[in-house]
């Protein structure tokens, strides 16, 4: 086979796996911009129609029928959730990561195996307990509440992640910094932490994307337009009888949005994060 | 005034001690080599001059004041490490003026004390690069220029050179010791090549197994040894050893073969006391391929069982006492395998040691 046709085989492969992948993604897209009546007829009709913007309109409170669903509400909840515990997360395990790559102390092994077997547990699992426990000290129906469980979610996985790359930067580097006059503080920023960088923004990001797209928790723990985060809301579509398929899709699109452009901005450092993670094992 | 005083210095990790007391003054502007085999505590004496490891007993003094409990950055010394540690995400030049931009001096004045160093290192077409960009040789001179723009008391080599290849380091050793001459300083190097440590050093400094073993200068330590271990790991090939008794003024070894107790040790032996003679291939020579004006000579036939031959010299190695030897054939003509030879001992050259202890019976 000459190289044109095995390039060109490979292409075609890698492009019916996409499709594979994509296709639900595109499905959603394609929706948000349908009417009801068309997502709903029986045989599917696979070439859209006409294309509208009024489920859009719709959410947004533009349009002639307006959606009794605080879209803005969800979306500023969803966006201070996830960029406080994002923040909180990559904080902590910047710093847990630092001390389990640079320092010896009693139980390390032991406490980052726990670490990581915190991991194996399914979040779903701990609904009940932290359903009553946040009840008994009122964190039900709070930021705060939705908060403090992301960061737990985020903070073991963050941990992992900068371990392995404070562990790749030179103990020596942060001497030679020390020998030429840093305090370790100036140490650290200077020279460790630029070095780290590229793992500490992939753990962001994974920690923000957790956070952002988290549902399962999160429809447990928010009542009111007070906590209620953009998945949880998406369940605003549905009522006793009828389910807003278009509805749905359109407030869809608008919650990956945000993520795709952050995942578009940050693409060299994740790659570079996770090709470096694959390495690292 | 940089003088580096030392003074029952002990590490130890735990119950595990590493460092066993060491005393040690380093004078303004000399050049001190820490040399000995790896795990022998030298590294270890380096760091805590530096203060990246903690003193855990003694007292480390520069320039008149004990630093044992200040910070690096306090002791105004600088460090070239044996992977070059220069900062990857940053260019050379700064990298250079990274010290001097921590002290928050004006960028006019860390250009100037930049490039200065890198004029004297050669590093001006490269300020631009990243480390990543650079030779191996580049990188240390780059690790060179970053200790020398600030102009710091004391300089601290950590084996700089073993990431070279055999002909850069060679080559890169004659910079340093013409850096040495540029920048007056004093330096504490440290190696386990003995030939870095007797071509560099004012004075060596040989460590085993955390104790000094013996201080003096190169050809001191050489001429000199204080025991077999100095006797054996400095100089190539190493000194040839055989053990023996003492018997009316000369040693006898196994094999009813003697020679003649070296000069300066005469005296100083009892008969029937067992000792080990050691003398070097410099010394030990084919009859007719002696230099001259050796002074007094012992002469023992041998029969050779290798010869390496060098170009300017021959390596003869052969058997005495059942060890094996090496000698030395100036003017080499082709030896062959079995052939036997009448060969010369420099007996001025030659040493006794104590059989049990290995001290040198000289004093």
Known sequence: MSRAMK??????????????ICLPGLWVVLSAFRTNGEILTKPAVWIPQNLTLDNFRAIFGLGENVLAIPVGSYFLNSLVISVTSTVLAVVIGMSGGYAFARHRFPGKS?????LMLSRTVPGIALSLPLFILWSWIGLIDTKLGVIVVYTAINVPFTVWLTEGFFRQVPRDLSEAAQIDGCTPWQAFWKVEFPLARSGIASAGIFAFLTSWNEYALASQLTRSTDSKTLPVGLMDFTAQFTIDWAGMCAMAVIIIIPALILTFLVQKHLIAGLTFGGVKG | MAEVTLRKIVKSYGALEVVHGIDLDIAHNEFVVLVGPSGCGKSTTLRMIAGLEEVSGGEIAIGGRVVNTLPPRARNISMVFQNYALYPHMTVRENLGFSLKIA?????EIDKATDE?????GLA????????ELSGGQRQRVAMGRAIVRHPDVFLFDEPLSNLDAKLRTQMRVEIKKLHQKVKTTIVYVTHDQVEAMTLADRIVIMKDGHIVQTGTPLEVFERPANTFVATFIGSPPMNLVDGVVAGGAVRFAGDVSLPVPPAFRGRVQEGQRVTYGFRADNLMPAGHAMTGIGETAEIDLTIALAEPLGAETILLSELAGVEIQGKMYNPRPVAAGERLSCLLALDHAHLFDAETGASLRT
């Open chain 1, 110 to 114: 032991g406490a980052f195996l726990w």
């Open chain 1, 7 to 20: 390039d060109r085989l490979i292409w075609a492969v890698t492009f019916l796996v996409m499709l594979i």
């Open chain 2, 104 to 108: 928050g001096r004006p960028p006019a």
């Open chain 2, 125 to 132: 077409d490269y300020m631009d690069r990243t480390p990543g």
């Open chain 2, 117 to 121: 160093a890198a004029a004297i290192l």
